[in-house]
């Protein structure tokens, strides 16, 4: 019955730092910009001077 007890306590100690952990990442900003990259894959990449982008009709 006693390790009943130990496994309850470590299981919220666990659960206290996942918590803390959560709240951290909260308040460091991480979760701040939610728009942009659920449409970052909608965007093309930017092609610099002197490369050329691969077309259909290119053969590698």
């Not at 910009?33 to 610099?48: A, C, H």
Request: aromatic content about 14%; proline content about 3%.
């Amino acid at each position: 019955m006693s390790i009943i007890f130990m496994l309850i306590g470590c299981s919220v100690f666990v659960a206290v730092i996942f918590l803390g952990a959560f709240f951290w990442a909260n308040q460091s900003g991480q979760n701040d910009d939610t728009y942009t990259p659920s449409v970052r894959i909608l965007f093309d990449d930017e092609v610099e001077e002197g490369e050329s982008k691969p077309n259909a009709t290119t053969k590698l």
